[in-house]
């Protein structure tokens, strides 16, 4: 061990004192043997990888509940990194509680209550009250959390990692008293019943040199399939301008699904698994791919559990070679859904967003050519072989070409994800798929693309719902998670909500994102909305972010003032449950 004992057990940790080189970190820190022991313990006989930080701290949050820096110290240690660089990363993460020393450990059970639109429109926030008025603070915490993917079942609350759908005090109470941590697994097509069914045997035949890989890319190409984690590029292109890249390469799968309002990455895994790990193993053929990454959100513990068993069994009937799928664990930000953050998260790293160029496509994964697509897009990949290009292609409405999954919530009668034509209106979808309003709601208005989508009046529910259709009203279709808003809904709530997530999950790296998105929801908050301000700081947004989340964070502001009448923001401001905020606190 490169360090000095000087006292019975601990390890004081001197300047230069790393394992294979002369560097200087944990100045001063004491790493304790038994802490490390537990860590080793954890850990087991795997080599240690710098990648794998991320993984190795859900390892100590999931056996003692919390990070405790003795436990960062050991983990700092034991990866011959600075302690500084396994704060960074911990402390990015909403799913690791770090107690620092002279801190109290959280409660033994954590609730969380989602609090992002579709839930609070169900009664998120009155559910969250009843239960800290329920519970004794010191055996549980009930915590706020973002979209847990599940919101056609709103309102929802995670005990432990056991999910509570259509939730109410009673049942979460009940599931706490009955100690329901874990996830219920649903029914799922297995590898053998997949097999079965004619699973795998394109991949042979990919495997067996029956089809190149261009055969394949012609059918994607052919099938128009878009990339659809929101910015529908086109797959096959990507899988060019990939292989143009010098080897090694990898595939990122995007399973991080954190766009509020959207379930359909969920359905699929935790339906039909096999056709994805198909579609992600010939994606990975296709590039030639050194290695292919799983990046699933750390809200969708089923279909971790139900990817680690298939992935196994996938490898043990040499499909894959051993160790070749990284399943990898996200730890609570949303951010890490934007491709370059995901392979910053991938890499154990603080998911902050890189500056482009270069593309991922060029400099990646460990700075390698990468091709990063969602677990949808790949999912397509067999049934566009099995039922052809022109099948997928002909099913389009108004004008645009294919299916999508829509994940519809809020004021609907029949919410959930709804396979139907890319270029489907608002209306068509409501009337065709989802039985029409809710009872008792009369439609106000939707959200066509989740958060960031933008928000569009009932008025405007004949336009085609696909991608490049909504650029020209301010919106997009992204991940096309489609919310429904009624006359119970008031329009200051609904955006301050969606301008509170943007404040949350800011990464913090850019100006423009992290200070405008604060100021927003304050200006949201003044008693009468200031919109030139607005409008003139959501373009200094818009123009000026670094990413994604930043560029388009202002858009359900931008939209409301253009399309929802002046006397209904009206009325709404003045009824508004949102807490007036002074003008000294904008500042
Ligand atoms: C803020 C932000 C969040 C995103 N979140 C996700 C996500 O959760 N899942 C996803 O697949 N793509 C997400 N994306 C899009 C990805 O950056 C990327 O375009 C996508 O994963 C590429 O895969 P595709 O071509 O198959 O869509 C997000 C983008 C931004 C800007
Ligand atoms: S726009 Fe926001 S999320 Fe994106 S890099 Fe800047 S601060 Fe981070
Ligand atoms: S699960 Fe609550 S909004 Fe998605």
Same mark, same amino acid.
């Given at each position: 061990?490169?360090?000095?004992?000087?006292?019975?057990n601990?390890? %004081?940790?001197?300047?230069?004192?790393?394992?294979?080189?002369?560097?200087?970190?944990?100045?001063?820190? @004491?790493?304790?043997?038994d802490?490390?022991? @537990?860590?080793?313990?954890?850990?087991?006989?795997?080599?240690?990888?710098?990648?794998?930080?991320?993984?190795?701290?859900?390892?100590?949050q999931d056996?003692?509940?919390?990070?405790?820096?003795?436990?960062?110290?050991?983990?700092?240690?034991?990866?011959?990194?600075?302690?500084?660089e396994?704060?960074?990363?911990?402390?990015?993460?909403?799913?690791?509680d770090?107690?620092?020393?002279?801190?109290?450990?959280?409660?033994?059970?954590?609730?969380?209550v989602?609090?992002?639109?579709?839930?609070?429109?169900?009664?998120?926030?009155?559910?969250?009250?009843?239960?800290?008025?329920?519970?004794?603070?010191?055996?549980?915490?009930?915590?706020?959390?973002?979209?847990?993917?599940?919101c056609?079942?709103?309102?929802?609350?995670?005990?432990?990692?056991?999910?509570?759908?259509?939730?109410?005090?009673?049942?979460?109470?009940?599931?706490?008293?009955?100690?329901?941590?874990?996830?219920?697994?649903p029914?799922?097509?297995?590898?053998?019943?997949?097999?079965?069914?004619?699973?795998?045997?394109?991949?042979?035949?990919?495997?067996?040199?029956?089809?190149?890989?261009?055969?394949?890319q012609?059918?994607?190409?052919?099938?128009?399939?878009?990339?659809?984690?929101?910015?529908?590029?086109?797959?096959?292109?990507?899988?060019?301008?990939?292989?143009?890249?010098p080897?090694?390469?990898?595939?990122?799968?995007?399973?991080?699904?954190?766009e509020?309002g959207?379930?359909?990455?969920?359905?699929?895994?935790?339906?039909?698994?096999?056709?994805?790990?198909?579609?992600?193993?010939?994606?990975?053929?296709?590039?030639?791919?050194?290695?292919?990454?799983?990046?699933? %959100?750390?809200?969708?513990?089923?279909a971790?559990?139900?990817?680690?068993?298939?992935?196994?069994?996938?490898?043990?009937?040499?499909?894959?070679?051993?160790?070749?799928?990284?399943?990898?664990?996200?730890?609570?930000?949303?951010?890490?859904g934007?491709?370059?953050a995901?392979?910053e998260?991938?890499?154990?790293?603080?998911?902050?967003?890189?500056? %482009?160029?270069?593309?991922?496509?060029q400099?990646?994964?460990?700075?390698?050519?990468?091709?990063?697509?969602?677990?949808?897009?790949?999912?397509?990949?067999?049934t566009?072989?099995?039922?052809?290009?022109?099948?997928?292609?002909?099913?389009?409405?108004?004008?645009?070409?294919?299916?999508?999954?829509?994940s519809?919530?809020?004021?609907?009668?029949?919410?959930?994800?709804?396979?139907?034509?890319?270029?489907?209106?608002?209306?068509?979808?409501?009337?065709?798929y989802?039985?029409?309003?809710?009872?008792?709601?009369?439609?106000?208005?939707?959200?066509?693309?989740?958060?960031?989508?933008?928000?569009?009046?009932?008025?405007?529910?004949?336009?085609?719902?696909?991608?490049?259709?909504?650029?020209?009203?301010?919106?997009?279709?992204?991940?096309?998670?489609?919310m429904?808003?009624s006359?119970?809904?008031?329009? %200051?709530?609904?955006?301050?909500?969606l301008?509170?997530?943007?404040?949350?999950?800011?990464?913090?790296?850019?100006?423009?994102?992290?200070?405008?998105?604060?100021?927003m929801?304050?200006?949201?908050?003044?008693?009468?909305?200031?919109?030139?301000?607005?409008?003139?700081?959501?373009?200094?947004m818009?123009?000026?972010?670094?990413?994604?989340?930043?560029?388009?964070?202002?858009?359900?502001?931008?939209?409301?003032?253009?399309?929802?009448?002046?006397n209904?923001?009206a009325?709404?401001?003045?009824?508004?449950?949102?807490?007036?905020a002074s003008?000294?606190d904008?500042?």
């Amino acid at each position: 061990m490169s360090a000095d004992s000087n006292q019975d057990n601990v390890v %004081r940790l001197h300047p230069g004192a790393g394992r294979n080189k002369s560097r200087i970190h944990l100045r001063g820190r @004491q790493v304790h043997l038994d802490t490390l022991a @537990q860590l080793r313990e954890l850990i087991g006989d795997q080599p240690i990888k710098r990648d794998m930080l991320i993984e190795y701290l859900h390892l100590i949050q999931d056996s003692y509940a919390y990070l405790s820096a003795a436990h960062l110290a050991a983990l700092a240690h034991e990866m011959n990194i600075p302690m500084a660089e396994v704060y960074e990363c911990a402390s990015f993460y909403a799913h690791f509680d770090i107690v620092k020393e002279g801190e109290s450990p959280p409660a033994a059970v954590t609730v969380r209550v989602c609090d992002s639109l579709s839930c609070q429109l169900a009664g998120g926030q009155q559910l969250k009250s009843a239960l800290e008025a329920g519970t004794d603070p010191t055996q549980v915490r009930i915590l706020s959390a973002p979209c847990m993917g599940r919101c056609d079942t709103a309102p929802v609350a995670e005990v432990g990692h056991h999910h509570v759908d259509r939730a109410d005090a009673a049942k979460v109470l009940a599931t706490i008293k009955a100690e329901h941590f874990h996830p219920d697994i649903p029914d799922y097509i297995a590898y053998d019943a997949y097999v079965l069914d004619g699973g795998y045997a394109l991949l042979n035949k990919c495997l067996a040199g029956d089809y190149s890989w261009e055969d394949i890319q012609k059918v994607l190409a052919d099938a128009n399939l878009k990339g659809l984690g929101g910015a529908g590029f086109p797959t096959h292109m990507k899988w060019k301008f990939v292989r143009q890249e010098p080897k090694p390469r990898y595939l990122a799968i995007n399973g991080d699904e954190g766009e509020p309002g959207t379930f359909k990455d969920r359905l699929y895994l935790e339906t039909d698994p096999h056709r994805f790990i198909e579609g992600a193993l010939i994606s990975a053929w296709a590039v030639e791919a050194e290695a292919a990454y799983i990046y699933l %959100r750390d809200e969708y513990p089923a279909a971790l559990v139900i990817l680690k068993t298939e992935i196994a069994k996938v490898e043990a009937a040499g499909l894959a070679p051993a160790g070749g799928i990284h399943l990898r664990r996200a730890a609570g930000a949303y951010i890490c859904g934007e491709e370059s953050a995901m392979i910053e998260s991938l890499e154990g790293k603080p998911g902050l967003p890189r500056h %482009r160029p270069p593309f991922v496509a060029q400099v990646g994964l460990f700075n390698r050519p990468t091709l990063v697509n969602n677990i949808e897009t790949v999912y397509w990949i067999r049934t566009l072989m099995d039922k052809g290009a022109d099948w997928f292609s002909s099913q389009g409405r108004n004008g645009s070409q294919g299916l999508r999954s829509f994940s519809v919530s809020g004021r609907v009668n029949n919410p959930g994800v709804k396979l139907a034509p890319a270029g489907i209106t608002m209306q068509e979808l409501m009337d065709e798929y989802c039985g029409g309003m809710a009872d008792g709601h009369t439609f106000k208005g939707y959200l066509p693309g989740g958060a960031s989508g933008g928000i569009l009046p009932a008025g405007m529910a004949d336009i085609p719902l696909d991608f490049g259709t909504l650029q020209a009203y301010g919106c997009f279709i992204g991940s096309a998670a489609v919310m429904v808003l009624s006359d119970h809904d008031n329009m %200051r709530d609904v955006v301050v909500n969606l301008l509170k997530f943007f404040e949350d999950e800011s990464c913090g790296q850019c100006t423009p994102c992290r200070v405008g998105t604060e100021k927003m929801v304050k200006l949201l908050q003044r008693p009468d909305w200031d919109q030139v301000l607005m409008a003139e700081l959501g373009q200094a947004m818009c123009d000026a972010s670094i990413c994604g989340l930043g560029q388009a964070a202002a858009n359900p502001v931008t939209t409301v003032f253009k399309y929802f009448d002046a006397n209904l923001i009206a009325t709404d401001l003045a009824a508004s449950a949102t807490p007036v905020a002074s003008a000294g606190d904008i500042t």
